[in-house]
């Protein structure tokens, strides 16, 4: 939706990307204006930039990313590097969740995205130590507690559990 709102409102020619990949086959402009989803990650701002730069005259960044949404990507991005197990609790249609589990998926393959305790199984835990919950930024407290209490309960030897929540 808000990709939808930004087009709607760009006046002029105006081009959609989902990756920096994408950059190469973009037409050559002399003057080009960038906005990111608010939800983007400050590092894939930073390639897409860097990439563009190569190819226009005159570039025009609207950084719009959230200052909270980056505040938890990194928190989120720190939690991923020091566990077994990255757990990120949220909507599989939020932009803002699948995001974190984009980058803790960067850092820790052993990553699961999860809406709700009903996703959690107990193969999920074997041979993890440490366990690391972070959340979407819309994702309620009472849906992050339903899963740890499901955790704990399937879990014979628990594992130590860390949370990540920029707030």
């Given at each position: 939706p808000e990709i939808n709102g930004i087009v709607a409102c760009a006046a002029g020619e105006h081009i959609v990307l989902e990756s920096v990949d994408e950059v190469n086959n973009l037409p050559r402009r002399r003057k080009v204006g960038l906005v990111v989803q608010t939800t983007q990650s400050q590092?894939?701002?930073?390639?897409?930039?860097?990439?563009?730069i190569k190819r226009v005259e005159e570039l025009r960044?609207?950084?719009t990313i959230c200052n909270a949404t980056m505040l938890r990507q990194r928190s989120a991005l720190e939690l991923a590097n020091k566990t077994d197990l990255?757990?990120?609790?949220?909507?599989?249609?939020?932009?803002?969740?699948?995001?974190?589990?984009?980058?803790?998926?960067?850092?820790?393959?052993?990553?699961?995205?999860?809406?709700?305790?009903?996703?959690?199984?107990?193969?999920?835990?074997?041979?993890?130590?440490?366990?690391?919950?972070?959340?979407?930024?819309?994702?309620?407290?009472?849906?992050?507690?339903e899963i740890v209490q499901k955790i704990k309960a399937i879990s014979s030897e628990a594992p130590e559990l860390k949370y990540g929540r920029a707030l």
């Open positions: 590092s894939n701002l930073v390639a897409l930039v860097s990439e563009l960044v609207y950084n990255m757990l990120v609790v949220g909507g599989k249609n939020s932009a803002n969740t699948t995001r974190l589990a984009e980058i803790c998926r960067g850092v820790n393959v052993h990553t699961l995205h999860v809406e709700t305790a009903e996703e959690i199984e107990e193969r999920f835990f074997q041979e993890v130590g440490t366990l690391g919950i972070t959340a979407g930024a819309s994702t309620p407290d009472w849906i992050i507690e």
